[in-house]
């Protein structure tokens, strides 16, 4: 079993940090990094993303490519949301992020991902390798944007609803699975300049 956790303090309230975080998506398309690759898509949602919503991960770890469905397992508001897969490669495959207040507008955010490879030895092989390095590397570049872009800009559009979230992951796939955020900010251009013309 290798068990990875990551922390990092964020210069934003707790409700915006768990909000952000409470839709994996959002963090998966910050998982882009030397050969880690991470997309997210939202199966079936309950409960405002809470318990027993699932979700299928596909992910790139320098060319090996795998998928795995999981299910949110639990959502304390600004305190824990934890998922486990319920289909996939690995034997086990548990990640949970946990939010503490350090301020107003200071949360600590740590990240721990708990999982066991298949393939016995072979796999305790392939993980040490290449795998564990790969997760970890991407599990903190991710948590580091993050940071950077909740605490760059004050208004994130983390607050979406379901019919919107829909279409706007049909956009997603129209432009080759690109991040959420590049999907939104084509929006926005085609908006200014739709704008722009009947201003004119």
């Known amino acids: 079993m290798t068990l990875i956790q990551k922390s990092i303090d964020i210069k934003a309230p707790i409700g915006t940090v768990f909000t952000y975080f409470a839709r994996p998506e959002h963090v998966s398309d910050q998982m882009s ?16 993303m ?3 919503t699932t979700f299928r991960v596909i992910a790139d770890f320098n060319g090996k490519r795998l998928e ?16 486990k897969m ?5 034997k086990k495959w548990q990640i949970t992020n946990e939010f503490k207040a350090l301020g107003d507008n200071l949360t600590r ?4 991902v708990d999982y066991e490879m298949p393939y016995g030895l072979l796999g305790g092989i392939v993980n040490k390798i290449k795998f564990a390095k790969s997760a970890e590397r991407g599990m903190g570049t991710a948590l ?3 940071r950077g872009l909740l605490e760059g800009n004050g208004s994130i559009p983390v607050y979406i609803t379901l019919d919107a979230y829909q279409k706007l992951l049909a956009e997603k796939k129209k432009m080759n699975n690109v991040p959420v955020s590049t999907v939104l900010t084509a ?7 739709l704008e722009a013309k009947v201003q004119n």
């Not at 319920?86 to 690995?90: A, H, L, M, R």
């Not at 955010?109 to 721990?112: A, D, E, L, Q, S």
């Open 33 to 48: 990094d030397k050969g880690v690759g991470m997309t997210v898509v939202p199966m079936d949602i309950k409960d405002g």
């Open 50 to 52: 809470g318990v027993g």
């Open 68 to 83: 795995w469905d999981c299910e949110t397992t639990e959502f304390d508001r600004e305190e824990r949301i934890s998922a």
């Open 86 to 90: 319920i289909d996939g490669p690995f």
């Open 109 to 112: 955010v740590t990240m721990t």
């Open 144 to 146: 580091y944007k993050v």
């Open 187 to 193: 929006i926005l251009e085609k908006y200014s300049q």
